[in-house]
């Protein structure tokens, strides 16, 4: 007797195995804070206050990437704790929120969630700092 093993039908363009995601890269950002600041302080130390700010998040965000390649996950906490707090303090919602959900990866010890949120932590930081440079230009 001949073992015969059919071969799988090619799947379907149509699917509905696969389910494809798309980020719309739209910024929850609470432009009050940066209002308030701008309103409060001359233009080049208000300028200064936020570029401090910016540059304190992309620091974290560099050691979040130290961390996750060298899967030090244990370093990763206070960095991305920190990202948040910062986030919030300058309306940066979605990349507080993003932060946040790095810190519940890392407590789930979820490898692959944590590089996900991390990226995602990553793009949404792009994303703020052009709104909020187009928000101070206005």
């Given at each position: ?15 509905n195995d696969v389910i494809a995601l798309h980020c719309q890269h739209q910024m929850h950002f ?109």
């Amino acid at each position: 007797m001949k073992n015969i093993t059919p071969f799988p039908a090619p799947v379907s363009a149509t699917s509905n195995d696969v389910i494809a995601l798309h980020c719309q890269h739209q910024m929850h950002f609470d432009p009050s804070p940066i209002a308030q600041l701008f309103a409060e302080r001359q233009p080049h130390e208000a300028e200064e206050i936020v570029c401090r700010m910016l540059e304190d998040i992309a620091a974290r965000l560099d050691m979040l990437q130290r961390g996750l390649a060298e899967n030090a996950f244990a370093t990763m906490h206070k960095p991305a704790q920190r990202i948040g707090v910062v986030a919030d303090q300058i309306g940066l919602s979605e990349v507080a929120i993003a932060a946040g959900h790095v810190g519940t990866c890392l407590r789930q010890n979820d490898g692959v969630g944590i590089e996900a949120t991390v990226a995602r932590l990553e793009r949404g930081f792009d994303v703020a700092v052009t709104e909020v440079w187009n928000f101070r230009d206005l």
